[in-house]
C-alpha cells in the first residue's frame, strides 16, 4: 500500500525528469503499481481510511511521485453522491492530441502531494482537452474532458513531463489570468 513515506518530495530530480513510456503487456510491477496509485486515491477519498493511514486526499497520482519514473498515471475524479465520476482510469502514455485555445482554472488553485509547502495562485490550464491513453490492458482510449476532469489529467500529465503546477503560476501576479479564462471550484 502507497502511504505519504513513498511519495518522493519536490527536489528530487526524479519529478523533474520526462517519464519512460510504458511497453505493453504490463509487467507484473506495472500493474502493481497501477493498482496501488489507484488503491491510494481511493483510500485518500475515504474520510476514514485516510485519517486511519495519515495520507493526504489525492484527486491523482503519476508513478514518478512514488519514484517511478513511468509515463502512467492513476485518476479519480470525485462525483457528487451518487454519481457516476466524470473520470477514473490508470492513463498509460497519455497525450493530449487537441485542446480547447479557451483556458480553466481552478478558484482554489491546486495542491500536489509531492509539494509540502502551499503554492497560492490560479494555475491556468486548457478547458477542455482530448486525451488519447492506454489503460492497463492495453486498449487505447480517446476522451473528451472539460473543465475539473480536464484539469486533474493535466495536472497529472505534467508529472510525466517534469513540470509542476506552481511552473504555471504567475510570479509577478499570482491571481492573474488571460481574458476568458474559465474559472471553476
Ligand atoms: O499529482 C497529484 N497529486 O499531487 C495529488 C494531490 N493533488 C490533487 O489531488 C489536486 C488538488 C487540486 C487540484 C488538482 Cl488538479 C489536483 Cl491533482
Ligand atoms: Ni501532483
Do not use: W
Not at 510504458?22 to 500493474?31: A, I, M, N, R, W
Not at 503554492?119 to 475539473?148: A, C, M, S, W
Amino acid at each position: 500500500m502507497i502511504l505519504m513515506k513513498d511519495i518522493v518530495r519536490d527536489g528530487d530530480p526524479v519529478l523533474r525528469q520526462e517519464a519512460a513510456k510504458v511497453s505493453f503487456p504490463l509487467s507484473e510491477e506495472d500493474q502493481k503499481l497501477a493498482d496501488d496509485m489507484m488503491e491510494y486515491l481511493k483510500v485518500s477519498q475515504d474520510p476514514d481510511l485516510c485519517k486511519k493511514y495519515g495520507l493526504r486526499a489525492g484527486v491523482g497520482l503519476a508513478a514518478p511521485q512514488v519514484g517511478a519514473s513511468k509515463m502512467m498515471a492513476a485518476v479519480l475524479v470525485p462525483s457528487e453522491e451518487g454519481t457516476k465520476s466524470p473520470f477514473t482510469d490508470v492513463i498509460i502514455n497519455p497525450v493530449i492530441i487537441s485542446h480547447s485555445v479557451q483556458s480553466g482554472a481552478l478558484t482554489e488553485g491546486e495542491g500536489c502531494l509531492s509539494v509540502d509547502k502551499e503554492v497560492p495562485g490560479f494555475v491556468p490550464r486548457h478547458d477542455r482537452i482530448t486525451l488519447r491513453y492506454q489503460d492497463t490492458t492495453g486498449e487505447t482510449h480517446k476522451v473528451r474532458l472539460k473543465n475539473y476532469p480536464a484539469i486533474v489529467c493535466q495536472h497529472e500529465i505534467d508529472h510525466l513531463h517534469g513540470i509542476l503546477f506552481y511552473d504555471h503560476i504567475n510570479h509577478d501576479n499570482p491571481y492573474e489570468v488571460d481574458e476568458g479564462t474559465i474559472m471553476f471550484e
